[in-house]
């Protein structure tokens, strides 16, 4: 079988059925638009960072779209003390009511590693938000101490 042909392949996997595209070893938990990680739909890479990588995806169900957090990218390297501290955020936030934090839906593992499915909020990444939110007061901060409603 070609490469190609094994990329697109699917197979269930874990008590979940949770169904992914063969891929190569090194990024076999690297999820791709149209992959489904337990009953959500993959729509697409949100970004990245230090924690892990966010995806956009579908709720079938509920037709909802929402936000998965896949702790280390789905690398296989990421430790247990980093897993048990991503479940015990997702634990605490999911005890919160509050219009600043997210509503959490759902807390599993894939292939290893943990997952969070939450609320997906639309209009950019908190570094776009702070830097627009921010930008006004700029203009303050280099100019020789004066601050806002100085005259």
Do not use: W
């Amino acid at each position: 079988m070609s490469r190609d042909q094994s990329q697109t392949r699917t197979r269930r996997d874990g008590p979940q059925g949770l169904v992914i595209k063969n891929r190569p070893a090194a990024s076999a938990n690297a999820l791709s638009a149209g992959d489904r990680l337990a009953e959500y739909i993959v729509e697409g890479k949100l970004g990245e960072g230090g924690a892990g990588v966010v995806y956009r995806a579908r709720d079938p169900d509920l037709h909802r779209s929402i936000a998965i957090k896949l702790l280390g990218g789905g690398m296989l390297s990421v430790d247990s003390s980093a897993r048990a501290r991503l479940v015990r955020e997702a634990q605490a936030m999911a005890k919160l009511c509050h219009p600043n934090v997210i509503t959490i839906f759902h807390v599993g593992t894939f292939r290893h590693c943990v997952f969070i499915a939450m609320e997906y909020v639309s209009g950019g990444t908190l570094r776009t938000g702070l830097a627009r939110s921010l930008a006004p007061y700029q203009r303050y901060s280099t100019s020789g101490g004066k601050q806002p409603g100085d005259s």
